[in-house]
RNA sequence: GGUGAUGUAGCUCAGUUGGUUAGAGCGGCGGACUCAUAACCCGCAGGUCGGUGGUUCAAAUCCACCCAUCACCA
């Protein structure tokens, strides 16, 4: 398989379609559209799809307290997710849901390919009860006293005190929390998928690049304590697909999310003449799957997930890439802080390439959380967008339009510096690859110094002033155009809106990877305008005091 | 409680397989310039690398324990 021309398909995370997208959302987001980009940017055939996320008991409880059902609920968020994304330039190729017929239909298949394979088991298991709601709880909806310390109205499998965990039925004085009434024991019949069939599978799988190290060191918990089977049936009621064969089983939504990128292609491929689903799910598949997740839910995705594929004779993903979560000022999002920023707020007071640089500056390819410090991205941005990458364009355009009409010289100042510039393609495009934007970013950065100490050697300004070195001020000004051109090649991934800014400015066709070969010379480009204006830290005040006000 | 990750200058972060006086950007201070969105250029000052103990000729880098933060525990 030749690594450079097979097809791509990649995934980020279905957001839970039961609030609204915000800046922690972002980092996954952003991080994969950078990605998706820079492959398409380097001429791969690069499919992006996602979804909302839109079954569980947590859905269709809310939908019932705010008096609508479930589904309209889920529709309602599935199209502010789309809006929302789609205005942070997170270009997806489908947008979908996983309460779609295409995920019933292939959730269906699953099941019954793994009942063929005798992978699936029933048996009955005692589970808390709430007799007057009339539900069975899941352990984050009882409430107690922690048995190991003794604290107070903590939740039924850990306690946020001491950070013991156990099982409901160890929780003293235990509540629903939905009526309040204590909830007694009753048994039910449940569906298990066998995951422990798997374990050669899974354990060669994550051994062989499929995750990073310090991922797959974390999966060694799993392993070390042997793999058991997973509960995939949730009782009535519940907001999901019914199990074929049963009154009043549905499968757990952790089964169906997942499935949710098949459906989301799926229902991609039934739109689009030139894509062939059983191409990128049939065992063996020449495409390559890529997962962005969050490190939160690794297990699903490095686990059940790769099990239930091969169980269900699908191809197995290529990699899964995990990240961290995201803090704000240090602290963990918290609405009482004034630190839980939505998108749609962010977006009321601040643009979005902002935000994409800023993750960009912070995003390596390993798990650790990032901070956005919102004094750091103001200095951040304005110092590295405006002060130092936007300037070499401004700096250089008034002199061409001025002096020389517009219109660039046929010859590089510099040949030397420009092929220093390009040449740093080679550790850029793997620091892309290899989702180390961070080192990336550094290196565009270190280019945009050399770029600016490069037109305060020739000094310009001085040159235009002297008759006999007036003509040479065109040559330095069109050097200093197209290393411009070069970083915001480099940059478009992260920069689509301000690369596309450029290609107007310069007159040029929409950029590629492959233009790094060619400079621009003898043509004529547009007057400049300010392609970006500086973070006003007013607007980041103004947005944190919207945050503090009580909703 | 268990497992994994993280903890380096005021802030945000780099530091390859342990090896000369621990680096960058921003901020601060000083200088220079005036083409540029008070931007840019040159220079300076800032750190006992979370803590304790250990291995080694030599540790931010390896080992043990501890502390703090984040995540997970089907």
Redesign the pocket.
């Known amino acids: 398989m030749d690594k450079h021309t097979s097809k791509i398909l990649v995934t980020s995370g279905l957001p839970y379609a039961n609030g609204p997208i915000h800046l922690g959302h972002l980092v996954e987001y952003i991080q994969t559209d950078i990605w998706v980009r820079f492959q398409r940017l380097r001429g791969r055939d690069c499919i992006f799809v996602c979804g909302s996320d839109a079954h569980g008991t947590p859905i269709m409880l809310q939908a019932r307290e705010e008096g609508i059902s479930a589904e309209e609920m889920v529709v309602t968020y599935q199209q502010e997710h789309q809006r929302d994304l789609g205005r942070f330039m997170v270009e997806f190729d489908n947008f979908y849901t996983t309460h779609s017929e295409e995920n019933r239909e292939l959730v269906e298949e699953i099941y019954h390919r793994l009942t063929e394979r005798n992978l699936i088991e029933r048996r009955v298991i005692e589970q808390a009860y709430d007799e007057e709601a009339g539900m069975f709880l899941p352990?984050r909806f009882i409430r107690g006293t922690c048995p190991?310390c003794g604290a107070e109205d903590q939740y039924g499998?850990?306690c946020e005190v001491?950070?013991?965990?156990y099982?409901p039925g160890e929780i003293r004085d235990p509540k629903s929390i939905l009526s309040g009434a204590p909830p007694v024991l009753k048994e039910s019949e449940h569906v298990f998928f066998r995951?422990g069939e798997f374990e050669a599978m899974l354990k060669n799988w994550t051994a062989n690049g499929a995750v990073d190290?310090?991922?797959a060191?974390?999966l060694?918990?799993?392993f070390d304590?042997?793999?058991?089977d997973?509960?995939i049936s949730r009782d009535a009621p519940y907001f999901g697909f019914q199990i074929p064969d049963t009154e009043d089983k549905f499968f757990y939504v952790w089964l169906d999310a997942p499935v949710g990128y098949l459906a989301s292609f799926k229902n991609l491929c039934d739109s689009r003449t030139d894509l062939n689903f059983e191409e990128y799910f049939e065992p063996g598949s020449q495409t390559e799957l890529y997962h962005f997740i969050?490190?939160?839910?690794?297990?699903f995705h490095a686990?059940?997930w790769p099990a239930v594929l091969e169980g269900a004779k699908y191809r197995l993903p290529t990699a899964i890439f995990a990240h961290?979560?995201l803090?704000v000022?240090?602290?963990?999002m918290s609405k009482s802080r004034g630190t839980f920023i939505s998108a749609a707020a962010y977006l009321e007071h601040l643009d979005p390439e902002y935000l994409r640089y800023y993750y960009a500056?912070?995003l390596?390819s390993?798990?650790?959380?990032?901070?956005l410090?919102l004094?750091?991205f103001v200095?951040?941005t304005?110092?590295?967008l405006?002060?130092?990458l936007?300037?070499i364009a401004?700096?250089?355009a008034?002199?061409i339009s001025k002096n020389f009409d517009g219109r660039l010289s046929d010859q590089l100042e510099n040949p030397a510096l420009q092929e220093e510039f390009v040449n740093a393609a080679v550790s850029i495009e793997a620091c892309y690859e290899h989702r180390q934007y961070?080192?990336a970013t550094?290196e565009i950065?270190?280019l945009a110094?050399r770029a600016?100490?490069y037109?305060?050697?020739r000094?310009?300004?001085?040159l235009?002033r002297n008759e006999k070195t007036a003509a040479e001020v065109q040559n330095v000004c069109t050097q200093g155009l197209n290393l411009f051109r070069v970083l915001m090649i480099y940059l478009k991934p992260v920069l689509p809106e301000l690369a596309k800014k450029t290609e107007e400015f310069l007159g040029i066709d929409a950029l590629s990877w492959a233009d790094l070969a060619e400079p621009v010379l003898g043509r004529s480009i547009q007057p400049y305008r300010?392609?970006?204006?500086?973070v006003d830290d007013k607007a980041v005040s103004a947005l944190v005091e919207a945050l503090q006000e009580p909703a």
């Open positions: 352990d190991v499998d850990s001491c950070g013991a965990t099982s995951l190290t310090g991922v060191r974390k060694d918990e799993w304590a042997g793999l058991r997973w509960d969050g490190k939160d839910i690794i297990y686990l059940f961290g979560f803090t000022n240090g602290q963990k500056v912070k390596g390993g798990i650790e959380d990032i901070d410090n004094d750091d200095a951040r304005n110092s590295d405006v002060g130092k936007v300037n401004s700096r250089c008034g002199f961070s080192k550094r950065m270190k110094d600016n100490q037109i305060d050697e000094k310009p300004w001085v235009a300010p392609m970006m204006l500086r």
